[in-house]
Structures are given as C-alpha cells and as structure tokens.
T-cell receptor
C-alpha cells in the first residue's frame, strides 16, 4: 500500500515534443506529490509538486495533472528540450508521517535534437 | 531552498571497513533524512534524523549498520559500518523546508565497496 508505481521506465522524445510520465499510488493518505529531476552525478532536484486539493499545477513548461479518484498523477513537459534529458522521479508523502517520501521507480528521459 | 553539502563526494572503500558521510545545511532545519540510491535504482529512505532525538529507521535498516548522529540543527552524519559490496550506492541526505512538505537533497556521496 506504500508503493508508488511509475511508467514508462524510459522515454525518448523529439525536441519540441511533449513528454508524459505517469505515476499511480495506492495509499489514499498521501497528500503531497512532488516530482524530482536528477542529472547524472547529481542529487535529485525538486521540480514541481501538487497537493490533492487541485487537479492541475503548471510551472513554466512543466505541468502536473492529478486524478484523485483514479489515484494517478502525471508530469507533462511541454516543448521538451535536450537539456531536459534526465531521470525523473515521482514521489508521495503524508503530512502526519513526518515527510517520508516514497519514490517511484524513475523514468529516464532522452530528448533528441 | 536550503543549500546542502555532503562530504565526501565519493569514496572507494574495502569491505569490512566503515565510512562516515557528513551532511551540512546552510540554515537550521528540524528534519533531516538519509536515503540510499542503488545503481540505476530509485531512492529508499534509510532513516529520519531529528535533532535531540534518536534516529528513526525504516524497515530493513538498522542502527548497528547505519548509525546516525544529529548534533545540531545544521549537521548530520551517516556511518556505513562493516561494508560489503552490496553497500555500493549513492547516499543522499535531504532536509525538509519550513513548509513541512518540500524536501531538498544534497549532491550525494557515491560509495564503492571493493
């Protein structure tokens, strides 16, 4: 029940295209859903996050879509650029569990020029 | 967001030895976390370290193997004890922001055990 399942494992997108990464969770107590971007040799960087009281959040080219009833959320990267090539992790946590993040398996995104 | 540094950035160690990893934050934070990222894998929480209290370990991780110190609000250490090649991983510390949701990660310590 603590799992977060992420797909696809890898993704190849052409420059200018839309990258879509999906995550599904089971624990309905989760109330915070962040996405992290990780470049090789670096720590994960917080990209964007959403709370379950909204269905969508947009920051620049990055959008989170959240479907509470389906227990799914996704990251959309618009106008994907080669510099977006990285590994993306979704995660989930519960406020009353002290910030413990449960991570998805990760998606390796490659944006081709 | 907080600026987090870790030392060492990488190390190669022999089996049976121990390594202590340091995590320094540029501001006072209540909660610090230690994660492990095995090669090509996702992140798994090892333990939560709050200043002034014992660390709380996740299932599968024990204090004898991963002792943690948290002497003040800006610093923590994780020791990987009696290392084996299976301990080869990236070890990451993270801190929670004042919002109690946002979590920021350090650059990681890449450990190779031979």
């Amino acid at each position: 029940q603590q799992q977060v399942k992420q797909s696809p494992q890898s993704l190849i997108v052409q420059k200018g295209g839309i990258s879509i990464i999906n995550c599904a969770y089971e624990n309905t107590a989760f109330d915070y859903f962040p996405w992290y971007q990780q470049f090789p040799g670096k720590g994960p960087a917080l990209l964007i996050a959403i709370r379950p009281d909204v269905s969508e959040k947009k920051e620049g080219r990055f959008t989170i879509s959240f479907n509470k009833s389906a227990k799914q959320f996704s990251l959309h990267i618009m106008d994907s650029q080669p510099g977006d090539s990285a590994t993306y992790f979704c995660a989930a946590s519960t406020y009353n569990q002290g910030g413990k993040l449960i991570f998805g398996q990760g998606t390796e995104l490659s944006v081709k020029p | 967001s907080a600026v987090i540094s870790q030392k060492p950035s990488r190390d190669i160690c022999q089996r049976g030895t121990s390594l202590t990893i340091q995590c320094q934050v540029d501001s006072q934070v209540t909660m610090m976390f230690w994660y492990r990222q095995q090669p090509g894998q996702s992140l798994t929480l090892i333990a939560t370290a709050n200043q002034g209290s014992e660390a709380t370990y996740e299932s599968g991780f024990v204090i004898d193997k991963f002792p943690i110190s948290r002497p003040n609000l800006t610093f923590s250490t994780l020791t990987v004890s009696n290392m084996s090649p299976e301990d080869s991983s990236i070890y990451l510390c993270s801190v929670e922001s004042d919002s109690r949701y946002e979590q920021y990660f350090g650059p990681g310590t890449r450990l190779t055990v031979t």
